[in-house]
């Protein structure tokens, strides 16, 4: 061999090593930092210690009992009533300036305006029966009433409160 060609061996025998080296370096630290990592905890090991650990009863503490449940059933009053569509207002024409006008004072998807040309029959079939198809929805040949106007927030008496408002206003 001539000399160029062992110093070449060397230089390549010299950075090999130096590679080796640091491929063995970062091996090693990969493996200390995965040490390092807490393992995952199985779901169902969870669920147990959780069920362990929950507490067995509740205490009651007189009075003061009584103020923080009846603070916390007033909590789920208010939230239940901030659910309710238009702050719960039984008030049928600002339900129906809201939410009904916008069919029942153009007769779109033949909604019956607020004339008794479109309502003397509808009448016939009585309060109860218009109340039931404003609450659940009626599909008929003149057209088509969703549930509830399509608000389901709307409660049941808001509903009515709306329809005996419309019938009230017929002219």
Request: net charge negative; hydrophobic share 45%.
């Amino acid at each position: 061999m001539r000399n160029y060609d062992l110093e070449f061996l060397k230089h390549f025998s010299m950075v090999i090593g130096f590679l080796m080296l640091v491929t063995v370096g970062l091996i090693v630290g990969a493996g200390i930092l995965h040490n390092k990592i807490p393992p995952e905890v199985d779901p169902a090991v969870a669920q147990r210690t959780e069920r362990r650990i929950a507490p067995v009863g509740a205490v009651y503490a007189g009075s003061t009992g009584a103020a923080a449940q009846a603070a916390a059933a007033a909590a789920a009053q208010a939230a239940a009533a901030s659910q309710v569509a238009y702050g719960g207002t039984l008030d049928g024409s600002v339900i129906y300036n809201s939410l009904c006008m916008g069919c029942h004072n153009t007769g779109a998807g033949g909604a019956p305006t607020l004339d008794h040309s479109h309502w003397d029959a509808r009448l016939g079939k009585g309060t109860d029966t218009l109340h039931r198809h404003a609450i659940e929805g009626f599909t008929g040949d003149a057209g088509v009433m969703p549930a509830k106007g399509g608000n389901p927030a709307l409660t049941d008496e808001q509903v009515i409160a709306a329809v005996d408002w419309m019938l009230d206003n017929l002219h």
